[in-house]
């Protein structure tokens, strides 16, 4: 029986600007810059990645940021929109903090009975916030944002996937052992192990939009969890028996990974839960400074003179 699949891991998307999205990200949406990192297979551009406290699998968000980027287009084929968890009685406090910083959200008509604010970051990226109740999840939101605690992301609520049409995919995500558990017009809504949020995947079906195309402000692959590099390998055999051309592991430090593409043309990945981001600095420390692999080290000086500087700076704390 192979470990089962517990849910999202990390969303990986583009930015252009690291410093813009730095600041939004940690200043605006209050997540803490989890790991200062370069992207392994371009070591001359930053790969940062932003998540709650401890960049608990489930909570990460991460941007390969390419400063010369085009701007993408979210369609087809495509991680369409990234929602976040927040409790239900947090949306008015969204909807005034993301005006106030000049980012206006739209709430949307209620779905699957859920309250839902729309915006974009600097780079058009789709965003979400779900209100739902058993959204809190206590100890794990970073304490020194500048966000309220009660009001903090906690993690992702859900992916939204794009699709052609959706019977592959969902033939897929069935495999992969999500089961369906709503359907709201052209939406069908898929959970895996103990469901709802940060364990749900909505497939939208929408076959006359035209394809993506994978720049800034798109999302690059969504990874779901496996708890180990022993369940990641079983699963690795489930996917080649599926005929799906899975890669070998690969190691990210950070987790091992696999990619793959699902039928609808979504890059997909398996990673492992461990080690986590604590490996190479403290816990109490990270993101602070520039973290490479061992591979990369000796080209440590070559790397820094390469990457655009880029500061974080100190949240101040609203009163919530
Ligand atoms: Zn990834």
């Known amino acids: 029986m192979v470990q089962p699949i517990l849910g999202i891991h990390h969303v990986t998307a583009i930015a252009s ?12 949406l209050g997540l803490r810059l989890v790991k200062r990192t370069v992207n392994f297979d ?35 084929g495509q991680v369409e929109i990234t929602s976040f968890s927040i409790p239900a009685a947090s949306l008015t406090f969204w909807e005034q ?25 600097p780079d058009g990226l789709n965003l979400e916030l779900v209100g739902h109740s058993g959204s809190d999840v206590p100890g794990r939101a970073w304490r020194d944002a500048s966000v309220p605690v009660q009001h903090a992301i906690r993690r992702f609520y859900s992916v939204t996937l794009c699709e052609q049409g959706y019977e592959s995919t969902a033939d897929l995500l069935e495999t992969m052992g999500f089961r369906k558990v709503g359907e709201q017009g052209n939406r069908f809504r898929f959970d895996v192990g103990q469901g709802g949020a940060g ?80 490996t190479d600095e403290p816990a109490e420390k990270l993101g602070e400074t520039l973290k490479l692999p061992p591979w990369l080290e000796p ?14 700076h100190t949240p101040v704390k609203e009163s919530g």
């Not at 999205?21 to 605006?28: C, K, M, P, Q, S």
């Not at 839902?116 to 970051?121: E, G, I, N, P």
């Not at 080209?299 to 974080?312: A, D, G, S, Y």
């Open 199 to 278: 364990a749900r995947v909505d497939v939208l079906c929408a076959s006359e939009a035209p394809f993506g195309n994978i720049a800034a402000g798109t999302v690059h692959h969504v990874a779901w969890r496996v708890s180990d590099d022993e369940a990641q390998l079983a699963w690795r055999k489930q996917l080649l028996n599926k005929r799906l051309n899975a890669t070998p592991v690969i190691d990210r430090c950070y987790f091992h990974s696999i990619y793959f593409r699902e039928p609808g043309g979504v890059l997909f990945e398996l990673a492992t839960d461990p080690p986590g981001f604590a």
């Open 97 to 121: 903090r993301l005006l106030a910083a000049g980012t206006p959200a739209v709430r949307s008509e209620s779905r699957f009975d859920e309250e839902v604010l729309r915006f974009t970051d």
């Open 17 to 28: 600007d690291p410093q813009r999205n730095l600041d939004f990200y940690t200043e605006v």
């Open 42 to 76: 371009d070591p001359g551009t930053y790969h940062l990645y932003f998540g709650d406290e401890a960049g608990s699998p489930g909570s990460i968000l991460t941007f390969f940021a390419w400063p010369m980027a085009a701007r993408g287009r979210a369609g087809v």
């Open 299 to 312: 080209h440590r000086t070559k790397i820094e003179h390469v990457l655009p500087p880029i500061q974080l």
